[in-house]
């Protein structure tokens, strides 16, 4: 693979260098801030050789490039240098949602640790192996030396999320590392340890109270920190005399951050990461294996829209907190596997000699923990390996889940990171994380393996056109549903939804209407079988057992019901044309959701084919969808 002609041509195709506001990279896919996601040829880009797939999502336009990112990444840089180490500024305003923001944020900030993260996580798992297998002993001098050597990372995270808190928020990085030093620093530690010992008295700056809490390991309170610092450091800069700015600047900033992280954020930041491993220790003595089965079955689904990263600081702060965590490695370790099985199976079981070496190759990785060539060369693409995937990695989960297996130190989920669930003195986490793993990879691959068919060929596709277009065979014979139109709009596909769940047809097949009116009608005769509280959406079954969902706007979840009106519930019976829903199309625009409204068949693997129809302009009740059986 030529890199840098790559790096050049997604440069081209992304808008060119004036269009890229940031860029960061994970273990297999470039991140990009674009200024304008419309100047992207997202078609182009996806059928560049050496790119697997483009997702949109959570704020950030992201190119799949496997194991060779790290290479493109270098060739960007070398082609765009003001993206090398922070992202570039820009003065236009940032239409995304508030949601879009949080996760672009949160992906930003914890992507550039993970590695420090994951080397101190597996020289924590190669020391405990060393303990559990008596190779040395835990009170000598080599054990205390790899301990602490391992234990850096996590003591000092404040100063490494205060490194990449800085570039995301744009202020200065040296002076948020310094903000991460003083909540670390040995003096205030001793300050506290000898307050909690006394059992009374406080710590006290200028007559305000100083909560009696460490930082180390923190997450929340040094990354609340920088965010405020990115506020008062401009302030500072221009309340400062010019000839004197070179020190005032930053001493206005560290005595105000300082002092605020101490006295108000850095407690503030404690109670929320207190709250977090409290609410997960009442959800682990309430349902143990709830949240591992739902992480295991639905990660694929995060990981495609780029909210997993959303996660990873959740597992990190309970590891922080208790010592370990037994929610979320342990239901990403099934889901994990699980996508890299079924993408062997589809391996082993295809005759096609491109699609057995992406697949084998994409599936041996996925095994270890990195999922995306599986996920989107493979799983995705093909459909049915994704459910297989899901159903596996959701049972693993389950079973980890009902074993309370715990992970003790994090890495990238995977077999390769299997020792990160010993400790307690015991191999009983790891025995049992081993079994869950087996779980999933065994349903995941067998599934895979009998769901899966070859594309057909272009060859193949001749040689049938005749069968398959002729309407009085039996085979077709009285299974055709006919779809109308629910919405008086435009029809279009479903890659025209900014939403990869949709527009990657993950959820299923179908269309997509741009409605000019605010009424929903039965497309088809059957069942309501699905409703929301939020009222933005709606399933319904047909006579025959095609299943649709009508989901009205993007992102309108966050509405809670305003502008909605159902006019059906659940379980009633409709005919085709029956008004089911009322919504005030004027209200959502200008909250600032898309109105365009995905029609899809979410049990669309039991059917042979569905044939949409693209319209200008469709009225409820004309026919824009066939779903053969």
Known sequence: MNYQELAQTIIEKIGGQQNVSGLTHCATRLRFNLKNEDKALTDDIKNTAGVMGVVSKGGQYQVIIGSDVGSVYKEIVKEIPALDGEQSSSNEKDERGVGSRIIDTITGIFTPILPAITA???????????????????????????????????????ILLAASSAQKFKTNMYL?????????????????????EAGEGGI??????????TYGSSVIPIILSVWFMSYVEPIADKVSPKVIKFFSKPLITIAIVGTVS??????????????????????????????????????????????????????????ITNGYDTVIYPGMLASNVGQGAAAMAVGFKSKNSSIKQMASSAGLTGLFGITEPALYG???????????????????????????VKNFTGGSPGLITLPSYIGDDTLQHLYFACIGAAISIVISFA???????????????ATTKDEAT????????????????????????????????????????????????????????GT?????????????????????????????????????????GKGQKVQAGDLLIQFDLEKIAEKGYPTITPVVVTNSADFGDIITLTKTLAEPGEQVMKVIR
Do not use: C
């Not at 020391?127 to 996590?154: E, P, R």
């Not at 006290?204 to 809490?213: A, R, T, Y």
């Not at 108000?264 to 709830?290: C, H, M, Q, R, T």
């Open 447 to 461: 599934l895979s393996y009998m769901l899966y068919k070859d594309p057909v060929t272009e060859e193949e596709q």
């Open 120 to 158: 101190a996580g597996m020289l924590k798992a190669v020391l405990s192996l060393l303990v559990v297998f008596n190779a040395i002993d835990k009170l000598s001098q080599t054990y205390i030396i790899i301990d602490f050597m391992a234990d850096a990372a996590f003591y000092f995270l404040p």
């Open 176 to 196: 948020a590392m310094m903000v991460g030093g003083i909540l670390l620093h040995p003096n205030f530690t001793g300050m506290v340890a000898a307050i909690k």
């Open 378 to 404: 493979v799983n995705l693409k093909y459909k049915t390996p994704l459910y297989a995937a899901m159903i596996g990695g959701g049972l693993g989960g389950l079973f980890m889940g009902l074993t309370k």
């Open 470 to 525: 002729t309407p009085t065979t039996s085979a077709i014979s009285g299974e055709i549903v006919e779809v109308t139109a629910p919405i008086k709009g435009e029809i279009v596909a479903l890659s025209a939804v900014e939403d990869g769940m949709f527009s990657e047809e993950i959820l299923g097949k179908g269309f997509a209407v741009k409605p000019v009116e605010g009424k929903v009608y039965a497309p088809v005769a």
């Open 262 to 319: 101490l006295v108000v954020i850095g407690p503030f930041g404690y109670l929320i990461s207190d709250a977090i491993s409290n609410g997960i220790k009442a959800l682990e003595n309430f349902s143990p294996w709830l949240v591992p089965t739902l992480i295991g079955g639905l990660t694929p689904l995060f990981v495609a829209t780029g909210t997993h990263y959303g996660l990873v600081p959740i597992g990190i702060n309970n590891r």
């Open 204 to 213: 006290h700056l200028f007559g305000m109270p100083i909560s009696p809490v």
């Open 528 to 568: 309501i079988t699905a409703v929301f509280d939020s009222k933005h959406a709606i399933g319904l079954t047909s006579e025959s057992g095609v299943e649709l969902l009508i989901h009205i706007g993007i992102d309108t979840v966050q509405l809670n019901g305003e502008g909605y009106e159902y006019l059906v």
